[in-house]
């Protein structure tokens, strides 16, 4: 009989990819994955570091976990990703039920372990894989990244997954060391994987019908491969290779850029080549120059805003998005007034914003004191969010009466709660009852610029990419109507006033 997984995955989209991969490689090992934890023979967390939170929400798992180890010592619990790296074997003093530890840099062994646990039963040794923070630039360096290369050659890619998206690593680890992130530590130093492979893997997810490939590195715009020969590829020749070589990719996208790193080759691969989404997610982090340096951003907001210019100018209708910490050590009030500032300046498509916090390790948590109250983190956490959400609006509304291309994500979530909530549906812009047909649902998908779209349609619809004009618009979200199959396929996508029509 099949061994039952159940794996829960937290933090970004690095770990959503790792998941997969560990997953294809413990079903090819005769795991079965569940969906049902209280029946799992191995419980496995794939973890994420990057503020107390996420870690206190494992924390919080792994408690509820004790008295079903106790009742079933055979029950194997395993904490992966960054936290394990991070805490390494202090977790197990915290949490003695927990068998393996795993970093996200020898994922590889993962299926070894899981089977040492297995097999050796409940008095079994603790089995562990760490690369130890940041200590392993040497040359076990390169072994370990040919295997972590064979780990990403390893997907299983089955056109039975119908899947409409995936996505595909380009580097792994980062060399920026921002003063108060832990990912450096987690996941090692910035290594690019060979152009080929890359290309390959994104081809044989177009094969199956993918119809979206989102490329993945903490700093991907950074990304460049020195070959043999001594010739590079760099970050805007990837693309120009992928867009040329995958002919039948619909849309391709990328996250996350670092914004000092953007060159104009690579900004304009996006306006030359029309299936790259006119889309950027890169972070700001801060709108001050001091705290920008005292968290080794490397640039000032200046240099950012002719950053965000640049891309304007090639590029009028692209999408740009960021994300901001709020009560950075030494934030001062006219400090946080220049990220509001620069929220409203550059007109972000959205922001994701985060309240500083200490990351053991770390060199802020070393060098500056936490000295903004919570109070105050709060507070302009909220103002922030709110001046955000007033640009979103003004934005999405500019989309009204635009006919977009949307790729189909699935059923609304929020319908789908209040429909077996209630059994009616309220949704809509106005908030008014929408009245569906007998085979139709509310759908959402996302449009080239990730702006996200909820109309009525077919559960059919689910992964195809459609057109849909929008009547209505929040913060959040754009409604509209679907145009049905015969509809043109010309898309329009809008920022900041302006509108250039692309197809995607
Ligand atoms: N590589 C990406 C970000 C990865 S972490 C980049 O550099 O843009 C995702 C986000 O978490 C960061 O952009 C930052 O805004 C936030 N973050 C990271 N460390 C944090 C900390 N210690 N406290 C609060 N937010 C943090
Ligand atoms: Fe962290 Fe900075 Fe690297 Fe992003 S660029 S992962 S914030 S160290
Ligand atoms: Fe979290 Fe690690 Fe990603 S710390 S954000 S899961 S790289």
């Given at each position: 009989?099949k061994?039952?997984l159940?794996?829960?995955?937290?933090?970004?989209?690095?770990?959503?990819?790792?998941?997969?991969?560990?997953?294809?490689?413990?079903?090819?090992?005769?795991?079965?994955?569940t969906?049902?934890?209280?029946?799992?023979?191995?419980?496995?967390?794939?973890?994420?570091?990057?503020?107390?939170?996420?870690?206190?929400?494992?924390?919080?798992?792994?408690?509820?976990?004790?008295?079903?180890?106790?009742?079933?010592?055979?029950?194997?619990?395993?904490?992966?990703?960054?936290?394990?790296?991070?805490?390494?074997?202090?977790?197990?003093r915290?949490?003695?039920?927990?068998d393996?530890?795993?970093g996200?840099?020898?994922?590889?062994?993962?299926?070894?372990?899981?089977?040492?646990?297995?097999?050796?039963g409940s008095?079994?040794p603790?089995?562990?894989?760490?690369?130890g923070?940041?200590t392993?630039r040497?040359?076990?360096?390169?072994?370990?990244?040919?295997?972590?290369?064979?780990?990403?050659?390893s997907?299983?890619?089955?056109?039975?997954?119908?899947?409409?998206?995936a996505?595909?690593?380009?580097?792994?680890?980062?060399?920026?060391?921002?003063?108060?992130c832990?990912?450096p530590?987690?996941?090692?130093p910035e290594?690019?994987?060979?152009?080929?492979?890359?290309i390959?893997?994104?081809?044989?997810?177009?094969?199956?019908?993918?119809?979206?490939?989102?490329?993945?590195?903490?700093?991907?715009?950074?990304?460049?491969?020195?070959?043999?020969?001594?010739?590079?590829?760099?970050?805007?020749?990837?693309?120009?290779?992928?867009?040329?070589?995958?002919?039948?990719l619909?849309?391709l996208r990328?996250?996350t850029?670092?914004?000092?790193d953007?060159?104009?080759?690579?900004?304009?691969?996006m306006?030359?080549?029309?299936?790259?989404?006119?889309?950027?997610?890169?972070?700001?982090q801060?709108?001050?120059?001091?705290?920008?340096?005292s968290?080794?951003r490397?640039?000032?907001?200046?240099q950012?805003?002719?950053?965000?210019?640049r891309a304007?100018?090639?590029?009028?209708?692209?999408?740009?998005?960021?994300?901001?910490?709020?009560?950075?050590?030494?934030?001062?009030?006219?400090?946080?007034?220049?990220?509001?500032?620069?929220?409203?300046?550059?007109?972000?498509?959205?922001?994701?914003?985060?309240?500083?916090?200490p990351r053991?390790g770390?060199?802020?948590?070393?060098?500056?004191?936490?000295?903004?109250?919570?109070?105050?983190?709060?507070?302009?956490?909220?103002?922030?969010?709110?001046?955000?959400?007033?640009?979103?609006?003004s934005?999405?509304?500019q989309?009204?009466d635009?006919?977009?291309?949307?790729?189909?994500?699935?059923?609304?979530?929020?319908?789908?709660?209040?429909?077996?909530?209630?059994?009616?549906?309220?949704l809509g812009?106005?908030?008014?009852?929408?009245?569906?047909?007998?085979?139709?649902?509310?759908?959402?998908?996302?449009?080239?610029?990730?702006q996200?779209?909820v109309?009525?349609?077919p559960?059919s619809?689910?992964?195809?990419?459609?057109?849909?004009?929008?009547?209505?618009?929040?913060?959040?979200?754009?409604?509209?109507?679907?145009?049905g199959?015969?509809?043109?396929?010309q898309?329009?996508?809008?920022?900041?006033?302006?509108?250039?029509?692309?197809?995607?």
């Amino acid at each position: 009989m099949k061994r039952k997984l159940y794996l829960e995955t937290f933090g970004c989209q690095m770990n959503v990819l790792d998941s997969e991969l560990v997953l294809g490689q413990l079903r090819a090992h005769g795991y079965e994955s569940t969906e049902d934890r209280d029946r799992a023979d191995v419980i496995l967390y794939n973890t994420c570091s990057v503020r107390e939170h996420a870690e206190q929400k494992v924390w919080s798992r792994l408690g509820e976990l004790r008295p079903q180890k106790q009742q079933r010592p055979e029950l194997v619990i395993g904490v992966i990703g960054c936290m394990a790296e991070r805490d390494g074997v202090d977790l197990f003093r915290r949490y003695p039920h927990v068998d393996l530890l795993c970093g996200p840099g020898e994922l590889d062994k993962l299926t070894q372990l899981v089977h040492n646990a297995v097999v050796t039963g409940s008095d079994r040794p603790r089995q562990t894989a760490l690369m130890g923070s940041n200590t392993r630039r040497s040359a076990t360096l390169a072994a370990a990244e040919d295997n972590l290369e064979l780990l990403d050659l390893s997907r299983s890619i089955n056109s039975e997954d119908d899947v409409a998206q995936a996505y595909v690593r380009i580097t792994r680890g980062c060399n920026k060391f921002c003063s108060y992130c832990v990912v450096p530590y987690t996941r090692g130093p910035e290594v690019h994987r060979p152009p080929q492979n890359i290309i390959d893997e994104v081809k044989r997810l177009a094969d199956v019908g993918v119809r979206e490939v989102t490329l993945l590195g903490q700093t991907v715009n950074h990304y460049h491969f020195r070959h043999d020969d001594g010739r590079q590829t760099t970050f805007a020749q990837l693309l120009y290779d992928i867009h040329e070589a995958v002919p039948h990719l619909p849309r391709l996208r990328f996250v996350t850029s670092f914004p000092r790193d953007f060159t104009n080759e690579a900004l304009a691969a996006m306006r030359d080549c029309p299936r790259i989404c006119r889309y950027l997610h890169a972070p700001a982090q801060h709108g001050s120059d001091r705290i920008l340096k005292s968290m080794n951003r490397g640039y000032t907001a200046g240099q950012y805003y002719d950053f965000v210019d640049r891309a304007r100018e090639m590029m009028s209708d692209i999408s740009i998005a960021s994300d901001f910490i709020v009560g950075f050590p030494g934030e001062t009030e006219d400090d946080f007034e220049l990220t509001m500032e620069m929220v409203r300046r550059c007109r972000f498509k959205n922001s994701f914003i985060f309240k500083y916090s200490p990351r053991p390790g770390t060199v802020a948590i070393d060098r500056f004191v936490d000295d903004v109250s919570d109070a105050d983190k709060r507070s302009r956490n909220n103002r922030l969010l709110a001046v955000q959400q007033e640009v979103s609006e003004s934005i999405n509304r500019q989309m009204i009466d635009q006919t977009v291309r949307v790729l189909v994500e699935g059923e609304s979530k929020l319908v789908s709660r209040q429909a077996a909530n209630t059994g009616k549906v309220e949704l809509g812009w106005e908030k008014r009852p929408v009245a569906l047909a007998a085979d139709e649902t509310q759908m959402v998908g996302r449009t080239p610029g990730d702006q996200v779209v909820v109309f009525s349609g077919p559960l059919s619809l689910k992964g195809q990419l459609v057109d849909v004009r929008i009547n209505g618009a929040k913060n959040l979200t754009l409604f509209g109507e679907y145009c049905g199959s015969k509809s043109p396929r010309q898309t329009s996508s809008i920022t900041a006033g302006s509108t250039i029509a692309h197809s995607v």
